[in-house]
């Protein structure tokens, strides 16, 4: 049984009709969590006094707090939009997405958090720069950062564009283009104004309310199916007009050689993404204690798990009662599968409670974008005026004075950072979230990880293998990235007119992540640089102990 066929012409009416019925009550619904979650942020703010409070919330939550948190910035636009589309367009291979995003949590909680939490204060350049040539690292693992972000910002914006196009109706890529500035305006106030506790309230509530809205409609899609996940899968393979062959693996990576290779190299930055994350990374020193710091990420995993789990009835249910071609005539990239899937199994378009659902998962789809927007816009700004701005243009500096024009300087780096996120994501509409969000994975491993765990485990590390990992990781995936399908030569990329291409693959990690770590070790072994011994074991024994940490 094939999809039905829809055309260009069907798609306005499509899109229109998703809220048309009932619009007034979606948009306050919707309004109301906005401004909710913005008052948030401005009591917070008040609250925001130092440093400290600014780059890690005093340091005052506690572990679940953290947990929920951390689970808050990780479950993005792409766990919620981008996994339920991909599931519902290519069945088993898009749930290859929600195991790869789990099983990296594993990599942070046994390698990175509890040491990374001893070790540093506010960055991870802290934890570089503790033995390391301060200058030259801190200028790396600020750049690297910055990047980092800016590509996950990118799926934000995508998904933002999605979803509030979805819910007012409008299509077109200018309307999308001005709701991602949009977006973009909010963030810049969320981070500028409410700093790390002000993003942490958001990301802590915004969490429950992902995970109760994602439990209800996975409640009432197994209700829909007599509680028998079988007859969903069945269903969800009859309607995708692919048979079998939507619940086997295959579909999209199983094609040919280099969709094998591609599926590898996505696995790779999957999984070794997550522990070379900045904005991860830094949700480890909000905490007071090491401790603390290791059972946040403890309970992280099992809300995320949860939660990853329930894709599968967010996508196979998608899949089987809204349909491929549904999902592909509001959104290409199958972004709005979630928010349609709400709409359907609360009555279908223009009945009241499917109104009311599209609304409440609309709007909680709308904070998660915004709350993991605002953490990754403080980690960039964060890692610019501390690491940049403080430690290499100032070349430190460690007075009160000096940390309030920190703080004025990462405001000043959130607006800039956040104009640049929004004119890239202008022109990303077309791309799915999660296959962005896993490039952002990809450029982590290869830049972050590689000096993070050689400065943590090896004593022989050196600046020079710092810097080349670092910058060899970073310019291998960005690189890659330019000159793959994702920017030119095809449909769905970011410039669909053009073709300069001539890297196969949509994700580079089977190639810079491997790259990150040799040039981590060639830069060492080629250096004359004597190792400080003592700085190392310094180092060890706080990373292990969490004595003198701050």
Known sequence: MSAPLITAQDTV???????????????????????????????????????????????????????????GDYMSAASFLGIAGAIALVGYDGFLYSIGF????????????????????????????????????????????????????????????????????????????????????VMVLYVTIGGMKGTTWVQIIKAVLLIL?????????????????????????????????????????????????????????????????????????????????????????????????????????????VGAAKITAVDKSGNTAAPQLAEAVGGGAGSTWGAILLAVISAVAFATILAVVAGLTLASSASFAHDLWANVIRKGGSGEKDEQ???????????????????????????????????????????????????????????????????????SAVGLVIFSPVVSGSPEALFSGSDFHWFPLTNPGIVSIPLGFVLGWLGTVLSREEVDIEKYKELEVRALTGAGAH
């Open 213 to 321: 809205g994602t439990l209800l409609i996975t409640i009432l899609v197994l209700n829909k199916f007599n509680w028998n996940i079988s007859s969903l899968l069945g269903a969800a393979a009859e309607k995708s007009g692919q048979g079998s062959k939507f619940l086997e693996p295959g579909l999209k990576y199983g094609i040919d050689g280099t969709s094998k290779i591609n599926f590898i190299s996505l696995g790779l930055a999957l999984v070794l993404g997550t522990a070379g994350l900045p904005h991860i990374l830094v949700r480890f020193y909000t905490v007071p204690t090491a401790k603390a710091a290791r059972k946040s990420v403890n309970w992280a995993i099992g809300i995320i798990g949860v939660f990853y789990l329930m894709t599968i009835a967010l996508g196979f249910g998608a899949a089987a009662l």
């Open 405 to 475: 024009k920190e703080v004025v300087v990462a405001k000043i780096a959130a607006v800039v950072i956040g104009a640049v996120a929004i004119v890239l994501g202008m022109y990303a509409t077309k791309l799915n979230a999660a296959a962005l969000v896993a490039l952002a994975f990809a450029v982590a491993a290869s830049a972050n990880l590689p000096t993070i765990l050689y400065s943590l485990y090896w004593k022989g590390f050196k600046t020079q293998g710092a810097t080349w990992s670092i910058y060899g990781g970073l310019i």
């Open 102 to 185: 789990l099983v990296a949590w594993l990599v942070a909680l046994l390698l990175v958090a509890e040491p990374l939490r001893n070790s540093g204060r506010f960055t991870m350049a802290d934890v570089l720069a503790f033995r390391l040539k301060q200058r030259p690292v801190r200028t790396a693992a600020g750049t690297s950062t910055i990047v980092v972000s800016i590509f996950y910002l990118l799926a934000q914006m995508v998904g933002a564009g999605a979803l509030v196009s979805l819910l007012l109706g409008v299509t077109g890529d200018g309307p999308k283009r001005l709701i991602v500035a949009l977006v973009g305006i």
């Open 13 to 71: 009416p499509l899109a229109a009709a998703v809220a048309s019925e009932h619009r007034t009550l979606i948009i306050s619904l919707f309004a109301v969590f906005v401004l909710a979650t913005l008052a948030i942020t401005v009591w917070a703010g008040r609250q925001t006094k130092d440093a400290t409070d600014f780059y890690a919330g005093g340091r005052s939550f506690t572990a679940l707090q953290n947990g929920l948190a951390i689970s």
